[in-house]
């Protein structure tokens, strides 16, 4: 059973940080790709970052340079560091396997706002 549970956003001024995390089941997690996906108001849901059991890493132009995805296998957990945030980052951000899973957590709200 797939369970993916975010926590850590918050409210934000620009230029802000945030850390969120993910905690995902299954015994094979490891060796599953894993990607951090966000929706803001009104727009579809998109890829922001990725990363391979090996930790191998990929990014979204709109965050290139300012986030940063990282993975804890031994505790099935992945992270987004968030520097630099911008109020075009506002949205709930989730996290899933890449390709995704149909199960979506509830996600985790960032509000970028002064």
């Known amino acids: 059973q797939v369970q993916l549970v975010e926590s850590g956003g918050g409210l934000v001024q620009p230029g802000g940080s945030l850390r969120l995390s993910c905690a995902a089941s299954g015994k094979i997690f490891s060796i599953v790709p894993m990607g951090w996906y966000r929706q803001a108001p009104g727009k579809q849901r998109e890829l922001v970052a990725t990363i391979t059991g090996g930790g191998s890493t990929n990014y979204a132009d709109s965050v290139k340079g300012r986030f940063t995805i990282s993975r804890d296998n031994a505790k099935n957990t992945v992270y987004l560091q968030m520097n630099s945030l911008k109020p075009d980052d506002t949205a709930v951000y989730y996290c899933?396997?890449?390709?995704?899973?149909?199960?979506w957590g509830q996600g985790t709200q960032v509000t970028v706002s002064s």
């Open positions: 899933n396997y890449n390709p995704p899973h149909s199960y």
